[in-house]
C-alpha cells in the first residue's frame, strides 16, 4: 500500500521524504522488520523503539514513525513521520494498512474484571453454529484457521488489525473479543468498530495501572462509546448502574441483564448443583429454561450476557441451549480435574476478590466436605486486594493455603505477608506453603472424597513467572501428579 494512503486521517506534525512509495508492511519490533516496511517507534515501559532505528534500517525498513527528533545517517533515503505520540498514531495507521477490517466484521466486545474469558468463548462456541466466528482473549486469538497465544488481553492496535483482516480472509462473520481496560485506555483499540459491547462486571483490579476505581470504571465505559448496534449492561453490579446512567441517552440502544435487578434479560428459578446450574430466563419477548453444563451463579450472569447478545443478534434460542447444555467449559475456569481417585479438584483462573468469593460461594453450596483452597497474588500488581482476597479465601473455606503465584519481581514473603494483614490469625484454618507445587500436594493429601480443593490464580496458565523469567508450571498438570501419588 502507498504509504499517503496508510497516512490518510493521521495526526502528523512533521513529514520528511516522499509518501508517494510502497510500503509492504509494518513492525513496532525491530527484530521483525523485512524489506520494504514501515517502523514505528513505540516508547514502552520497558524500551524505546527510536534506540532500535539502526535495526530496522538494516533489515530493510525505508519509512519511521517517530515521536522524538532523531538523527541518522543518510536521513534523506528515508521517509520519517513525526507525531505527538506513536502508539496512538499506530491505531489509525493500522486500520488504514489493513483497510478497516472491523467495519466489515460483527465485532462484539465484551469488558469487566471477571467473566470476559467465559463469556467471549462461550459466544464464539455458538456463533459457529450460524457462521464462522474469530476470537481475541486471554487465551488465545483464534482467525478460524490457526490459533496463536496472545501476549495481552487484548493485542497491541497494529497486531488486532491484522487479526481481524486475518479473520475477513478466512471468511469470518463474527469476532468475540475480550477487550481490557489497558486497551481502552492506552488506544489499542482505537479506531476499531465495535457492533455490539457488553460490561459483565467491575471490582477492584488494576489499581497499579488506573489512579483508583473511578478511572478504572471510566476506561471500562470507553467501549460503549465505539458501538453501533447496541450496549447490554449487568446492572446488578453498581458500576453497571453508573455506566448505565451515564450512556442511556446515547443514539445506541442499552439492554440490561440482571437477577436481583428489574432488567430486560432475566434469571429466576436458579439451581445449582455441583456440576451444572439450572434457571428460567425471561427475555423482552419470550420466557425459556436453561441449563449450563457449568457450576457456579457467576455462570448464571455469564450465560444471562450471552443470551442478551444472542437474542439482538437474532440467534435461536435453541442454537443457544444446544451449546449452554453441551459445552465442555473453559481451560482453567472452574475446570474439573477429572481422575480415578474420585477426589474433586477444580482449577481456576480466579485472582480478584471477587471472583474469589463467586467461585469459594458457588462451592460450598454444592460441597459435602471441606472446602480447601489454594491461593496467592501475583507479584508487581495491585497490593491492595492482597489482604481482602486473604479475608475472603479465610472466610470462605474451611482450610487456606496460601502459597506464591506468579511473585515475578517481588519477594514471595512479601507478598504472603500482604495477604496475611487479612487473615484472622486466631483461627487455625490458614496454612502457609510458599512453594506452589508443594501447597497443591498438601492440599491434595488433606483431602477426601467428599471434600473440594480449588486451585485459585493460574487457570489457563502454564507457568509460573518468577523474576522476569517463566518457568513452567500448569496447576492441572501438578494436581493430576499429586491425586496419582495419593
Do not use: W
Not at 181 to 196: E, I, N, P
Not at 327 to 348: A, C, Q, Y
Amino acid at each position: 500500500m502507498r504509504l499517503d494512503k496508510i497516512l490518510e486521517n493521521v495526526d502528523t506534525l512533521n513529514i520528511y521524504g516522499d509518501t508517494n512509495i510502497d510500503i509492504d508492511n509494518i513492525y513496532y519490533d525491530s527484530r521483525e522488520v523485512t524489506k520494504n516496511s514501515m517502523f514505528i517507534c513505540i516508547k514502552g515501559y520497558n524500551t524505546n523503539g527510536h534506540l532500535y532505528i539502526e535495526n530496522a534500517i538494516k533489515s530493510g525498513a525505508k519509512a519511521f514513525l517517530i515521536e522524538e527528533d532523531i538523527n541518522i545517517d543518510n536521513m534523506e533515503k528515508y521517509t520519517i513521520i513525526k507525531v505527538s505520540n506513536t502508539k496512538e498514531a499506530m491505531a489509525k495507521i493500522a486500520s488504514n494498512f489493513y483497510n478497516e477490517p472491523s467495519t466489515k466484521l460483527d465485532v462484539i466486545g465484551i469488558t469487566g474484571t471477571n467473566g470476559k474469558t467465559s463469556v467471549s468463548t462461550l459466544l464464539k462456541e455458538i456463533l459457529n453454529k450460524v457462521n464462522k466466528c474469530g476470537l481475541i482473549g486471554t487465551i488465545e486469538i483464534d482467525n478460524s484457521k490457526e490459533k496463536i497465544i496472545p501476549k495481552n488481553t487484548t493485542p497491541e492496535s497494529l497486531d488486532l488489525q491484522k487479526s481481524f483482516n486475518d479473520m475477513l480472509k478466512n471468511n469470518c462473520k463474527y469476532c468475540a473479543m475480550e477487550v481490557s481496560s489497558h486497551a481502552l485506555s492506552l488506544g489499542r483499540v482505537k479506531d476499531t468498530s465495535f457492533l455490539m459491547g457488553l460490561f459483565t462486571n467491575l471490582t477492584e483490579e488494576h489499581l497499579d495501572f488506573h489512579k483508583n476505581i473511578e478511572d478504572y470504571r471510566n476506561s471500562k465505559e470507553k467501549l460503549f462509546y465505539m458501538t453501533t448496534k447496541a450496549n447490554i449492561i449487568n446492572i446488578d453490579d453498581e458500576h453497571g448502574k453508573i455506566i448505565l446512567n451515564n450512556i442511556k441517552n446515547l443514539d445506541i440502544p442499552v439492554y440490561t441483564y440482571a437477577i436481583n435487578e428489574h432488567a430486560d434479560f432475566m434469571a429466576s428459578d436458579i439451581i445449582l448443583e455441583k456440576d451444572h446450574i439450572e434457571y428460567k430466563v425471561k427475555t423482552p419477548t419470550y420466557e425459556d429454561y436453561i441449563y449450563v453444563n457449568i457450576p457456579g451463579k457467576f455462570s448464571v450472569y455469564n450465560t444471562l450476557g450471552i443470551i442478551s447478545i444472542c437474542y439482538i443478534l437474532d440467534i435461536d434460542i435453541n442454537i443457544v441451549k444446544e451449546v449452554f447444555r453441551n459445552t465442555k467449559g473453559i481451560k482453567g475456569r472452574f475446570e474439573s480435574i477429572k481422575n480415578n481417585k474420585k477426589l474433586n479438584v477444580i482449577v481456576d483462573y480466579a485472582h480478584t476478590p471477587d471472583a474469589l468469593e463467586n467461585i469459594l460461594k458457588a462451592s460450598k453450596e454444592f460441597t459435602k466436605g471441606k472446602v480447601i483452597t489454594v491461593f496467592g497474588c501475583g507479584g508487581d500488581r495491585d497490593r491492595l486486594k492482597r489482604p481482602i482476597m486473604g479475608k475472603i479465601a479465610q472466610e470462605y473455606s474451611d482450610v487456606a493455603i496460601i502459597t506464591s503465584d506468579n511473585p515475578r519481581c517481588e519477594d514471595p514473603h512479601k507478598i504472603i505477608n500482604d495477604i496475611l494483614k487479612g487473615i484472622n490469625i486466631k483461627k487455625d484454618n490458614y496454612i502457609i506453603i510458599e512453594d506452589r507445587k508443594e501447597a497443591i500436594y498438601k492440599a491434595i493429601d488433606m483431602a477426601n472424597d467428599k471434600d473440594l480443593v480449588i486451585i485459585a490464580g493460574k487457570g489457563h496458565e502454564d507457568y509460573q513467572i518468577i523474576g522476569k523469567k517463566k518457568h513452567p508450571f500448569d496447576d492441572t498438570k501438578v494436581a493430576l501428579e499429586a491425586i496419582n501419588l495419593k
